[in-house]
């Protein structure tokens, strides 16, 4: 059975139209949808489909008890995520989709007894532990891939640590990780092409609120003779857009606007990955 949705569209159904009927026909869909095709990625499947409900509730999209609709998926995505751990291979996407999840099981004020919510902080340890030892274990490295890894898991950090999780489980390969990006950056002679990956380091060292990174990266853009900008411009277009449409985190989109593919990704980041910058 193909599938007509996949995550990020249901998410842009419920932020971009005020029409909760057909809203929740569609999610009642596509829910039949992933369940009937036994898929369990975050783009088409259970994972995706666990965040977005829990999401949604913690958003007051959908009225219900989050843990208690989310708790067949919750145990069956307790085990993907071991099973994920021990995985010999380091997907960071896939990683990252997993802290994504559990991070917005965490964020939700809860009213099960502790017991109930242990697995969850149990699993993010465990992902963020490897996702450190993959941090300490590249930042001397600098491929392409390499560096947008670890933008997107420093980025990721710098949200956790002001959302749900105690900076001690990343703080070992935080640091480290934001000084070799920063170092990286000053030795590359053109920025050109660079401005996505800028863009997240930007907002991860704004979010965490470290005036000498914040100072290192301004002064890295403007002191460039391929990319001067200023103060205002580091961000590219796309994520400005994104800000503006979501101040204060107020989800609300005017029904005319319309987001391509790739916009409707950088919104999920947004909403993911940006608790509050300045």
């Known amino acids: 059975m193909k599938q007509k949705h996949n995550t990020l569209d249901m998410l842009y159904t419920y932020v971009s139209t005020n029409f909760k009927d057909i809203q929740d026909k569609i999610l009642e869909d596509w829910a039949s949808e992933v369940i009937e095709n036994g898929n369990h990625s975050f783009e088409k ?37 071991i099973g994920e751990v021990l995985n010999p291979k380091t997907e960071i996407e896939q990683l990252l989709c997993y802290v994504t999840y559990y991070q917005q099981r965490l964020q939700y004020k809860s009213k099960a007894h502790f017991y109930r919510r242990f697995s969850h902080f149990e699993c993010m340890k ?12 590249t930042r001397e490295k600098t491929s392409v891939s390499l560096i947008r890894d670890q933008i997107n898991i420093v980025l990721k950090y710098s949200f956790l640590v002001k959302t749900c999780v105690n900076e001690k ?33 930007y907002l991860c060292v704004q979010q965490y609120d470290n005036p ?11 002191n460039a003779e391929d990319y001067p900008l200023k103060h205002n411009e580091i961000i590219p277009f796309c994520w400005t857009n994104i ?15 319309s987001l391509s593919k790739a916009e409707r990704y950088t919104l999920y980041l947004y909403l993911t990955n940006i608790k509050q910058v300045h």
Not at 61 to 77: M, P, R, S
Not at 126 to 137: A, I, R, V
Not at 243 to 257: A, E, G, M, T, Y
């Open 243 to 257: 800000c503006i449409c979501f101040p204060n985190r107020i989800l609300s989109l005017d029904k005319q606007v």
């Open 169 to 201: 489980l990343v703080e070992e390969a935080f640091y480290p990780a934001v000084e070799a990006l920063l170092n990286f950056f000053r030795q590359q002679e053109e920025l050109k092409g660079a401005e996505e990956d800028l863009a997240k380091l």
């Open 126 to 137: 465990l992902l963020l532990k490897k996702l450190n030892n993959f941090l300490l274990e």
């Open 45 to 81: 499947g259970l994972l995706g489909l666990g965040w977005l409900i829990a999401f949604l509730v913690e958003n007051d999209y959908i009225k219900g008890d989050a843990d208690e609709i989310l708790e067949d998926i919750d145990d069956t995505l307790y085990k993907l995520t």
């Open 212 to 222: 000498y990174w914040i100072d290192s990266i301004e002064a890295i853009c403007t």
